[in-house]
């Protein structure tokens, strides 16, 4: 306990209360600390014990968090993934994707303070994924899993309460998402047809990464009908080729994920994920007439993306969502059915990967890596 | 907006009034409590070239006031 009672010490850093879950959640919520839902009252040993899975320095910074910018250390993460609920070997995991998110490309500040749904979509790949249970199955974005309810809780709840991100005050959004309560989820690699997300970006595939991208909820591609790889990714890029996301004016990288069926529909005619998503970029293309004639004279012929190209042009012309052959990004995730979805993204802002390394740089092989000696 | 006020320039931030708080919360966070917020009617995303200047026009006074003490 010296470690923590010392860090402890520091003024602001810990306060007493009744020793009583309705208590802690009154004052909790009272101090405007939380997400809404009760919270597991983040007690020192509770925190500590959040902490065996954590070997950096405890009060070491990891990032801030805007728009407060408030610092987040090993400490204020683990406070947060006690309320959520974590078990502490979901920490690491916890600890790597806020590391990422505070990453400039990610446009941390962007996200938190906007008046777009966007939320922080958490998706985690390689062993220690599997190793964690989180779910990459039926129902990976929905409820009924621990790891996934809890490790995109936490991030949120560090969103909230180290980053100051309150409703109207710091998170401008107009009306958020449910998906800011938790958006977590693993690739499903074993069913996938293709090489998982982490092996794509160049990590080893034995490495574990966390992939956070500034996110939507999915909209759902429904096609039980194509038997064909262009089959369903015409589908698919029909879902893409919406008026309404910020990816129509950002380069933004959006997600497809692909349920392993339609995955194996497509992969089963070649199709590589450089395919795929070369396709996506052709063909996820919207008429400039599905746009308000206002959109097009105030938004597409000034944006320096398109300045050049529609300035002149018609209502049938077509803008392309994604805007590069390599600018989407491809998973696997989900169980039975003939389903995959669209992820839209916050458009200003980038995915970020990060492996989870142990202290000494080197790939966590298991996450009793990170457990302290 | 921070460092050119912590510079001694006259510096403002004009806001619609939902994003008051955001505005105030981002002064304290970066050290310049007291820096100005001119609030102009909301909203100013979406509005016509027309509306747009007249929310120019209604930050102006407090604009010119600041510049006018800071003359002094």
């Not at chain 1, 004052?27 to 983040?42: E, K, M, Q, S, T």
């Not at chain 2, 006259?10 to 919360?25: D, E, I, M, Q, Y």
Request: charged share 25%.
């Amino acid at each position: 306990m010296s470690e923590l009672g010392d860090l402890l010490k520091a003024p602001g850093a810990s306060l007493e209360a009744e020793d009583d879950f309705e208590a802690v959640n009154e004052l909790y919520r009272a101090r405007g600390w939380g997400d809404g839902l009760p919270i597991v009252p983040p007690s020192a040993e509770r925190v500590e014990r959040m902490l065996a899975y954590c070997d950096r320095p405890w009060g070491e910074p990891v990032g801030r968090i805007p728009p407060r910018w408030g610092e987040a250390t090993p400490l204020r993460l683990a406070a947060n993934a006690v309320m959520a609920g974590c078990r502490p070997e979901y920490f690491p995991v916890v600890l790597h994707a806020l590391e990422a998110m505070c990453e400039e490309r990610f446009n941390f500040y962007g996200i938190q303070a906007t008046t777009h749904p966007c939320a922080a979509l958490v998706l985690v790949n390689g062993p220690i994924a599997r190793e964690l249970g989180i779910n990459c199955g039926h129902n990976a974005f929905g409820p009924g899993w621990q790891a996934n309810a809890t490790i995109g809780r936490a991030v949120r709840l560090a969103m909230i309460n180290i980053g100051g991100a309150l409703p109207g005050s710091g998170d401008m959004a107009t009306f958020g998402s449910p998906a800011k309560y938790t958006y977590c989820a693993a690739e499903n690699e074993e069913a996938s047809p293709w090489e998982p997300l982490h092996v794509e970006l160049g990590f080893p595939r034995e490495a574990s990464t966390v992939t956070v991208f500034a996110a939507e909820a999915p909209h759902n591609v429904n096609d039980h009908e194509s038997l064909s790889a262009e089959g369903v990714l015409t589908s698919i890029a029909g879902t893409i080729a919406i008026p309404g996301a910020n990816n129509i004016y950002f380069d933004g990288e959006p997600l497809v994920v692909f349920g392993p069926e339609h995955a194996a529909t497509v992969a089963r005619e070649g199709y590589s994920k450089a395919d795929v998503k070369k396709f996506f970029y052709e063909r996820a293309r919207l008429p400039l007439g599905k746009l308000s004639r206002e959109n097009v004279e105030r938004r597409i012929r000034v944006y320096p993306l398109y300045k050049g190209e529609f300035v002149h042009a018609g209502p049938e012309a077509l803008v392309p969502i994604i805007k590069s052959p390599d600018g989407v990004y491809i998973a696997v995730v989900g169980g039975a059915g003939k389903h995959s979805a669209y992820v839209p993204t916050f458009g200003s802002s980038r995915p970020v990967t990060r492996a989870l390394r142990r202290r000494d740089g080197e790939f966590a092989r298991s996450i009793e890596d990170f457990r302290r000696r | 907006m921070a460092e050119l006020r912590r510079r001694g320039l006259v510096t403002a931030v004009v806001c619609s009034g939902p994003f008051l708080k955001l505005g105030r919360n981002q002064a304290r966070t970066f050290g310049v409590p007291d820096l100005p917020l001119i609030e102009i009617a909301h909203p100013l995303g979406g509005i016509a070239l027309d509306e747009v200047r007249e929310r120019a026009r209604q930050a102006l006074p407090a604009w010119l006031e600041l510049l006018e003490k800071h003359a002094k």
